[in-house]
């Protein structure tokens, strides 16, 4: 039996996806599931002055305790096909993460994987996308979005965009909320499923990436709208 592929991806850059991600693990290892979370293209690798820089799989080890794998590094914090340019690397193609995702898939409940920046950026040279890493391997899609202005445009796109290729996105979850949300905020939280008509599946707290494990996982169970 084949596990889920569940793809996790953002409206943009940094609205949350990589707590989103752990926060998606949390919730299936309650549940039992066998899990594995997998960042096929880690870019910005290497701060600019040398030392190692952000990693998303090892914060979201860091969260969960979860198996984590993360497969293409680049040290430039750019897209990945342009940072792959720029360090004169190649780097495998869409089709090739894909197999390797279903291959996880067969030893695994569920395999969650994050990607780099939004729905449409490059994965590869060739002019692969997350979008179709998603359709190759049949997976499910969440869509993290911010809370505050530019949200709605933001993640209808997003979800339009899913839609063309036929995958209805699972669910949103806002990644980041504030502790004193503006009306902005309070409003999207309601615009958000309305406009898009995709469930709203949580919203995270501002600090929940702030958390130790043990705090992380006793949290997490509680963020979810089901």
Known sequence: MTGTVTVVTGTGTG?????????????????????????????GAVAD???????????IARLTGCAVQEWTTLPEPLAPDTAAR????????VSAYAERVRT????????????????LVRLDTDGGTLLDLAVATGAEVVVVCAAGLGTLNHTELTVAALRTRGIEPAGLVIGSWPDEPGLAESCNRDDLPRHSGVPLL??????????DREGFLAAAGGWWQD
Do not use: S
């Open 202 to 211: 949580a919203a995270l707290p501002a600090d929940a990436g702030r958390l």
């Open 86 to 93: 720029r360090a004169g690397v190649e780097i495998p193609p």
């Open 15 to 43: 609205v949350g996806k990589t707590v989103a991600t752990a926060a998606l693990a949390a919730r299936a290892m309650a549940a039992g599931e066998r899990i594995v979370v997998v960042k096929p293209a880690q870019t």
């Open 49 to 59: 002055d040398g030392t190692p820089g952000d990693r998303d799989a090892r914060e």
């Open 104 to 119: 996880l898939a067969a030893d695994h409940d569920r395999v969650i994987v994050e990607g780099a920046g939004g729905l």
